[in-house]
């Protein structure tokens, strides 16, 4: 299908398409299905990001994320044990107290 918007040729097929493909994914209940995908995806994305910040804007976290990423950078330690060791130390996936 070809359009033009310059020449304002095919505009109204792409549309149709559009509306069509739009109609067809609705109703098998795909369109909803995307949407719950992208709404999950969306809330990790702020859980990741905002935990980076968090990390990266505390100053009492400011010299374990260096260390961790020099550490991390020099090979002497794995990025997940890095990670842990991180999450840990901000109190994140720490065991409950009394364990």
Do not use: N
């Not at 992208?38 to 859980?47: G, L, N, P, Y």
């Amino acid at each position: 299908m070809l359009s033009s918007a310059t020449k304002g040729t095919g505009i109204e097929e792409v549309w149709r398409a559009a509306v069509s493909l739009h109609e067809q994914l609705a109703a098998s209940g795909e369109l909803a299905d995307r949407r719950k995908g992208q709404a999950v995806t969306w809330f990790w994305a702020e859980v990741t990001g905002t935990l980076v910040e968090a990390f990266r804007g505390d100053e009492s976290m400011r010299a374990h994320v260096d260390e961790l990423e020099a550490a991390v950078a020099a090979a002497a330690q794995s990025p997940l044990s890095a990670a842990q060791r991180l999450l840990e130390l901000g109190g994140v996936g720490a065991p409950p107290s009394g364990c």
